[in-house]
């Protein structure tokens, strides 16, 4: 696995990187769960947040921000999984 990536999804598994250091891939893991949490739950929502992602960097002419708005809406995405995890991994 490149050094660069933590981990990556495999079908039923998570494949850590383990060149990465101990806690951090105990944080990407958890952030990799919160993710699967959060998607099954609200999978409609978060594939249309993708799918809005991906046609706005395909449509560059579309509404300039546009993809501003996509890529800004993914974020806060992140930083709630993000967020997540980090509650998780203090209790």
């Known amino acids: 696995m490149p050094a ?8 039923p598994l998570v494949v850590m990187n383990p060149d990465v250091e101990p806690q951090d891939r105990l944080f990407f893991l958890t952030h990799a769960v919160g993710s ?14 993708f799918s809005k992602v991906r046609d706005a960097k395909k449509n560059r002419e579309s509404p300039p921000d546009r993809l501003e708005q996509a890529i800004e809406h993914y974020r806060a995405f992140e930083i709630h999984l993000s967020e997540l995890a980090l509650w998780l991994l203090n209790k």
């Open 36 to 49: 699967i949490v959060i998607w099954s739950g609200n999978e409609r929502d978060v594939q249309e947040m």
């Open 4 to 11: 660069e990536k933590a981990g990556e999804f495999t079908g």
